[in-house]
């Protein structure tokens, strides 16, 4: 079964009589456990790509499709439980909320979802305690450093267990040595949970950690020989 997978994706922007190809007829498959890289510039679509990757956009023309099913044509509504039920997102910034619990960060998506069960409070502490932060499990985001409030970032976009992880420069507010930290531990996670993960980066020092890397110039995607 096909993770994600864009056909022929296009995306077209109109601005009165100007227009702007931000997508040019890009393809690409990932599957699960794959962990793969979209580098390039400013401007050349990155943005984009992921926007549609992540049922945040419509493409012009094109398919997209998570587990074989086409998402481009599903109302807004359906489009929204996609995002909350089969994507994860992991961001620049963690966005944690200031007042909950590094444990409650994880079960305010399980109540987005309907209500929160012990099973849902066993799985954000196993999440939780996989990702190195067992004696954070109380504490609210000021008490964490930036490598913890983002590892907790990352527990909370698998945390509903979802088919498709989409990381947006996840290193960009970090040090070296943590940046190196949160990559690694997003590979290990993609692998063991089998999940179909792209990061979108400018940090070419983080390439390692992928299956394959892609880069994107003027919207059109190609592999990279990076």
């Given at each position: 079964?096909t993770?994600?997978?864009?056909?022929n994706v296009?995306k077209?922007?109109?601005?009165?009589e100007?227009?702007?190809?931000a997508l040019?007829n890009?393809s690409?498959?990932?599957e699960?456990g794959?962990?793969?890289?979209?580098?390039?510039?400013?401007?050349?679509?990155?943005?984009?790509f992921l926007?549609?990757?992540g049922?945040?956009l419509?493409?012009?023309e094109?398919?997209?499709?998570?587990?074989?099913?086409?998402?481009?044509?599903?109302?807004?509504?359906s489009?929204s439980?996609?995002?909350?039920?089969?994507?994860?997102f992991?961001?620049?910034?963690s966005n944690?909320?200031?007042?909950?619990?590094?444990t409650?960060q994880l079960l305010?998506?399980?109540?987005m979802g309907?209500?929160?069960t012990d099973?849902?409070?066993q799985?954000?502490?196993?999440l939780?305690?996989?990702l190195?932060?067992s004696?954070k499990l109380?504490?609210?985001?000021?008490?964490?450093?930036?490598?913890?409030?983002?590892?907790?970032?990352?527990a909370?976009a698998?945390?509903?267990?979802?088919n498709?992880?989409?990381?947006?420069e996840?290193?960009?507010?970090?040090d070296?040595k943590?940046a190196?930290?949160?990559?690694s531990l997003?590979?290990?996670?993609?692998?063991?949970r089998?999940?179909?993960?792209?990061?979108v980066?400018?940090?070419?020092?983080?390439?390692?950690?992928c299956?394959?890397v892609y880069r994107i110039?003027?919207?059109?995607?190609s592999?990279?020989?990076?």
């Amino acid at each position: 079964m096909t993770g994600l997978e864009l056909k022929n994706v296009t995306k077209v922007y109109q601005e009165g009589e100007f227009t702007t190809t931000a997508l040019n007829n890009v393809s690409i498959t990932i599957e699960p456990g794959e962990f793969v890289a979209i580098i390039g510039p400013s401007g050349s679509g990155k943005s984009t790509f992921l926007s549609i990757a992540g049922a945040l956009l419509q493409p012009t023309e094109g398919e997209v499709l998570i587990n074989n099913t086409n998402i481009s044509t599903l109302s807004e509504k359906s489009l929204s439980k996609v995002r909350l039920m089969q994507i994860g997102f992991i961001l620049q910034t963690s966005n944690l909320l200031p007042y909950l619990t590094v444990t409650d960060q994880l079960l305010v998506v399980k109540k987005m979802g309907g209500s929160i069960t012990d099973e849902h409070r066993q799985m954000a502490k196993e999440l939780l305690i996989d990702l190195g932060l067992s004696k954070k499990l109380k504490k609210h985001p000021h008490q964490l450093s930036g490598g913890e409030r983002q590892r907790t970032a990352i527990a909370r976009a698998f945390m509903n267990d979802p088919n498709i992880i989409l990381a947006d420069e996840p290193t960009a507010n970090l040090d070296t040595k943590r940046a190196h930290e949160v990559v690694s531990l997003i590979s290990k996670q993609v692998k063991a949970r089998n999940k179909a993960a792209i990061m979108v980066t400018h940090d070419e020092r983080m390439l390692s950690y992928c299956d394959r890397v892609y880069r994107i110039e003027d919207g059109v995607l190609s592999l990279s020989n990076e």
